[in-house]
């Protein structure tokens, strides 16, 4: 899963929101000096919230999923040790932690466990189910897959990223020759028993339970300045240990870890199980409507605020049914209907939601603030979010050498080579003209104008967002340039058998999107437009699949280009440089190793910098580097919008949340 600095939202933002859903302003006095009955907004059914959105998710194991729609139930259903301080997305709360303290090194990370906390089937939670959930987290592997690198990275060391490459150190391989056995879930088997052990017992001594004490340490080997975000994130979800080697997960000894490395979705035993010790309870996934049903917990331990006015107690809806409907028309019917309580909106749309806006809050720009709640129209429907701080973008992904199964065609690559245009070779976006002209292919400003209805902002190129550590407001960009976009074509280095350069022969691949999601359609639309007014020999299909399909292709490095969104896991530059370089979307882009070396580099340094002008520098330096590769064709910073029925409560707005936080909602 943004470089805008965040500033903390106001409390205007929740109590005006409340008062608006529960009194909306009377309307003006009919002729005659009667005044027409206030419209009351009332829900249908007040104990059941409905959530309509796109697709539905991954899988449910906090460990392996690594997408929004997975992370929405699991915050929900299972907890972390630590959790957001309302919607301040980098100041956090104790949650399954009582509180903490830190050694004055920065190594040391001590947690006081709360007590009588109960998961639901009803075990008592204790330390040893935290250091197990974490230990496992690290252990499972699969940077290009998993979230497991956001732990791996702190527990395991500068320089690494998967538990495979301390295997490799612990075999005698060079730190920067590891890497080799990454998301190998068969290779790793072919290790050294003694390594394998090895690296198991390390992660086993570095995140260290005392049920006696009834705290968990951990210890890390630098300082990780965002090691609280990682640990807020839900791969450092809690699982009840005894239920999760009952169920086939991980079985807790060093000998066998190794069986339950970067296991495949269709092969993960809790994939579509889960028992945590949250708010609501997980029921039941039923892939033929993609709806997932989430009951309250009523023996919920909450029993203290997290934070001043927050919730306590068993939550207040009884149920939460979370449904994937990807075509828009029927997610606005359930809308104006009252059927959904918010759903998905696509910005092409707006136009038909905005008129149905009864209550409007307003955010800052510049500071995110929540300015006060204003009655737009009484009787009208809706209240709506407006301009909230973003930490997430949409970009497009390149991939430099895709892969084909042995004995099997890729379609998505079509005849594999760019014989008279009818496909593209393997390693076609290796070459760096063809990055370019992409780049300068793609009209930006057109999306933005009619797509996003001039509610975006180009931004200079940085991987990190507007705001944040190594952003330069007067950095270089590419600009729509259809003459530079030909002219970079013209400059690539492939060829057919016969000789001929890829402006002569033309090409074929299929670009991919997340079926349902309208504005990565119309990116790539934008860009085949582009680039097809440069040369009609240009072919790129655009091609939608269902979201856990599309994952399936991606995580295999099968398709040439997609488009795919990130949202920050923490607040951190950090966050934004190791997934877009050396984490999940590095490792599915496939860079060229010598390149891919020097970055990795500029990454390690930059974590372990701890001061903020020596990091800037680093990531300045590192963004001009990434700028002339151009590996990635990075999307427009929009502006937030998030609607609901306005006899919703207690909505507040955190930038980090996969999408709502149930606990904390009400129905009138």
């Not at 600095?5 to 008062?19: R, Y």
């Not at 965002?226 to 000998?255: F, Q, R, Y």
């Not at 699949?545 to 969104?565: E, N, S």
Request: aromatic share 12%; with cysteine; hydrophobic share 40%.
């Amino acid at each position: 899963m943004y470089k805008k600095l965040l500033v903390s939202l106001t409390a205007v933002l929740i109590l005006g929101f409340v008062f608006t859903a529960c009194a909306p302003a009377a309307a003006a006095p009919a002729a005659g000096g009667e005044a027409p009955a206030a419209v009351e907004f009332k829900s249908k059914d007040p104990t059941t919230f409905v959530a309509v959105s796109i697709g539905e998710p991954d899988l449910l194991d906090p460990a392996a999923d690594y997408e929004t729609a997975g992370g929405e139930v699991n915050q929900n259903v299972l907890e972390t040790l630590v959790f957001y301080n309302r919607e301040k997305a980098d100041e956090y709360v104790g949650m399954l932690a009582t509180d903490w303290t830190i050694s004055d090194d920065g190594l040391v990370y001590t947690f006081n466990i709360r007590q009588g906390v109960t998961f639901h089937n009803g075990a008592t939670l204790e330390p040893s189910d935290v250091a197990y959930s974490l230990q496992r987290a690290v252990l499972m592997g699969g940077p290009s897959s998993t979230p497991s690198i956001l732990l791996a990275e702190p527990i395991l060391g500068q320089g690494m990223i998967d538990i495979t490459q301390l295997v490799e150190l612990n075999m005698g391989v060079a730190l920067e020759d590891t890497g080799a056995y990454e998301d190998d879930t068969e290779g790793i088997l072919t290790l050294d028993p003694a390594a394998l052990k090895s690296a198991c017992e390390y992660v086993k001594s570095a995140i260290v339970a005392d049920d006696a004490a009834g705290t968990v340490t951990i210890t890390l080997p630098a300082p990780f300045s965002p090691m609280l975000g990682a640990l807020g994130h839900t791969v450092a979800s809690v699982l009840d240990k005894d239920w999760a080697i009952e169920n086939g997960a991980w079985d807790d000894s060093c000998d066998t870890w190794q069986n339950y490395y970067a296991v495949p979705a269709e092969n993960n035993p809790l994939a579509e199980i889960s028992n945590g010790t949250g708010p609501f309870k997980f029921v039941s996934w039923d892939h033929a409507t993609k709806t997932v049903t989430l009951e309250r917990n009523d023996n919920y331990w909450r029993t203290e605020e997290l934070w001043p006015g927050a919730h306590t107690g068993p939550a207040a809806l009884k149920t939460v049914v979370i449904k994937g409907v990807d075509e828009w028309g029927t997610r606005f019917s359930m809308l104006q209907a009252g059927d959904a309580d918010w759903v998905t909106v696509p910005r092409a749309n707006i136009s038909q939601v905005d008129p149905l806006v009864g209550v409007r809050v307003d955010y800052d720009p510049k500071t995110g603030e929540a300015g006060e709640p204003k009655v737009v129209a009484a009787d009208q429907p809706l209240a709506l979010h407006y301009g909230g701080i973003a930490l997430s973008r949409t970009d497009i992904f390149m991939n430099e050498d895709v892969k084909v199964e042995e004995g099997q065609q890729n379609i998505f690559i079509g005849s594999g080579s760019v014989d008279r245009g009818r496909g593209i070779p393997t390693n076609f976006f290796r070459d760096v003209h063809v990055r370019k002209a992409f780049n300068y292919c793609m009209d930006w400003d057109t999306f933005i104008k009619d797509y996003m209805l001039g509610e975006a902002t180009r931004v200079p190129f940085a991987l990190s967002l507007p705001g944040q550590l190594g952003t330069d407001p007067n950095g270089p960009m590419y600009e729509y340039d259809l003459a530079k976009c030909e002219e970079e074509f013209k400059k690539a280095e492939i060829f057919d058998a016969d000789g001929n350069q890829l402006w002569d022969t033309g090409f074929y691949f299929i670009a991919t999107f997340n079926q349902g999601n309208v504005a990565r359609k119309t990116i790539l639309e934008i860009l085949k437009a582009g680039i097809t007014a440069v040369n009609p020999k240009f072919n790129m299909e655009v091609l939608q699949m269902p979201w856990a399909t599309m994952l399936r292709y991606y995580q295999a490095g099968q398709l040439p280009m997609y488009v795919i969104g990130w949202l920050e896991d923490y607040h951190d530059p950090h966050n934004w440089y190791s997934p877009y370089i050396v984490g999940t979307y590095g490792q599915a882009a496939s860079f060229d190793p010598d390149t891919l070396k020097e970055w990795k580099d500029y990454v390690n340094r930059g974590i372990a910098a701890t001061d903020p002008a020596e990091r800037d520098a680093i990531y300045k330096e590192l963004n001009a580097k990434v700028y002339e590769y151009a590996p990635f064709i990075l999307g427009p910073m929009g502006i937030v919008r998030v609607y609901l029925q306005r006899y919703v409560q207690g909505y507040y707005y955190n930038p980090i949340y996969s999408n709502l936080y149930y606990y904390e909602l009400s129905k009138d």
